[in-house]
């Protein structure tokens, strides 16, 4: 009985030791919730940048529809996915910088000119692609205001 306790022990000390090992390598569940609607942001900007590239015709419908999904996207209440302690000094996995938290007033402000962006572009990109085009330049520069002022570059 003796032999198989002292094993059993370590193996379940091993164990434990490993899933808190694992635990501190997974990102924070608010990181990756605000990554995962960055990343449906650019699913949506892809679909129009497309099309405002020639890539892929021009088509009314798709474009209304990726447009109305960013005014949606847009106008999410994303505050619990800005938890202080998730900046990039202070976790691992994220861009976002501090000056978030001590700037959350001009975040905000950047956020209802992003959403004024997307109603412009849902707006516009169901009519043509000229007037498609010019929409997602007022939302781009939104969009890169706020990444240029809080958001590390890339590595």
Known sequence: MRLFVKPAVLGLAAALLAGTTLAQDMPNP???ARQSVMAL??????????MAKGDVPYDAE???????????????????????????????GTRALPDIWSNFDDVAAKAGILNEAALELQAAAGTDLESMKAAMGNLGAACTAC?????APAS
Not at 41 to 50: K, M, P, S, T, W
Not at 64 to 84: C, F, I, R
Not at 147 to 151: C, D, E, V
């Open 62 to 92: 798709v474009a209304a529809k990726a447009a109305g999904n960013l005014v949606l996207l847009s106008q999410l209440d994303l505050s619990a996915m800005w938890p202080e302690g998730t900046d990039n000094s202070a976790a691992s």
């Open 41 to 50: 942001r650019g699913f949506e900007l892809g679909i129009l940048g497309a």
């Open 30 to 32: 608010a990181i990756k």
């Open 147 to 151: 990444h240029k002022a809080y958001r």
